[in-house]
């Protein structure tokens, strides 16, 4: 089986891809999104949504399937968690402002339909990295907490929320965050032991807050921490115990900051590389036996420039099936 529940499966002996193509041409279809916007990134760099952008929309229904099918776009391409998680937050009381942003998305989407996770054998060793976003939220000022776990280079599990108290510091949101990381890393060990599945290596969790870093590797318990006490001493434990090792990352190679806030299109492609979610690899298109998605994505690029639209064409001519497909949608 290849195609399951909306996801394709691809692979050969040494990678494996997946992606959604079919269900975003899909969401494409139903909320008809039409122009020739080339959007490089799912988000504006430092932007924020409040309830009180824009008006009230008069029918949330479609803001609502929408949002909820880019949740589940967020299975194969968890680089768009960020701008998904603040349109969840607003789906009560959803505003034209927040109907753009969510458009904004699906015109990220549609030129990048065959993007997905791709994953490829290596040593077993488990690396998890966390990131907060102190007093994101405009409305009520509540930090965002984002992870990403890895076995070597490749993500099994990934987070981006909003955290459920107010944060009075940076410090005390990072803590927050890695505190969650480290019951996620924790149980994760825990099960693969249960599987005897024996580990290359330490499991690291990476932080690029110094503070958090002293504060978990300090004996002396603090007053003011009182507040986070339970989290500290259930971090500070396992440090201890070496069930997990803390180490520091600076902020520039830190790829969980793609879970907590937006970027400029550079940082964003960076971040998204090293997520590993990639466009469909020419290694894997020998092992692609369903062709006829390819229709669809000539006929998704028809509404481009027609410079941009012989240049499409030029590079899908590669392959026979593509060149078939142009000739039934008269391209050629």
Not at 24 to 46: E, H, M
Not at 47 to 61: F, N
Request: aromatic share 12%; with cysteine.
């Amino acid at each position: 089986m290849t195609y399951f529940i909306g996801i394709k499966a691809t692979r050969n002996s040494s990678s494996l891809h997946l992606r959604q193509t079919r269900y975003i041409i899909d969401i494409l279809d139903r909320v008809q999104l039409t122009g020739i916007w080339l959007y490089r990134a799912p988000c504006v760099s430092g932007s924020k949504l409040s309830k009180c952008d824009g008006e009230i929309l008069p029918d949330p229904s479609e803001y609502r399937y929408t949002v909820g099918a880019l949740q589940y776009v967020t299975l194969t391409c968890p680089n768009i968690a960020n701008s998904v998680n603040q349109l969840c937050q607003h789906m009560q009381v959803p505003t034209s402002a927040h109907s753009i942003v969510a458009k904004h998305v699906l015109q990220y989407l549609k030129h990048r339909l065959d993007y997905g996770l791709f994953y490829k054998p290596g040593s077993f060793a488990i690396n998890a990295y966390c990131d907060s976003d102190w007093a994101s939220d405009l409305d009520d000022r509540r930090s965002t907490c984002g992870y990403g776990i890895f076995i070597r280079p490749n993500l099994i599990s990934w987070s981006a929320k909003k955290q459920l108290v107010v944060s009075k510091s940076s410090t005390e949101a990072e803590y927050w965050c890695l505190a969650l990381i480290t019951a996620e890393v924790y149980w994760l060990r825990m099960l693969l032991r249960e599987l005897q599945v024996s580990f290359a290596s330490a499991l690291v969790t990476w932080c690029d807050n110094i503070n958090v870093l002293s504060l978990a590797s300090n004996l002396i318990f603090h007053a003011w921490l009182k507040h986070i006490g339970v989290d500290y001493h259930f971090v500070r434990e396992k440090v201890a115990n070496k069930d997990i090792l803390l180490q520091h990352i600076p902020t520039s190679l830190q790829p969980a900051d793609i879970f907590t806030k937006g970027h400029t299109a550079n940082r964003f492609y960076f971040f998204r590389d090293k997520l590993s979610v990639i466009d469909f690899p020419a290694s894997l298109w020998e092992n692609d036996k369903d062709k006829a998605h390819y229709t669809k994505i000539v006929e998704r690029y028809w509404d481009l420039t027609p410079s941009c639209l012989i240049f499409v064409s030029l590079f899908i001519l590669n392959f026979p099936f593509c060149k078939q497909t142009l000739v039934k949608i008269n391209l050629l």
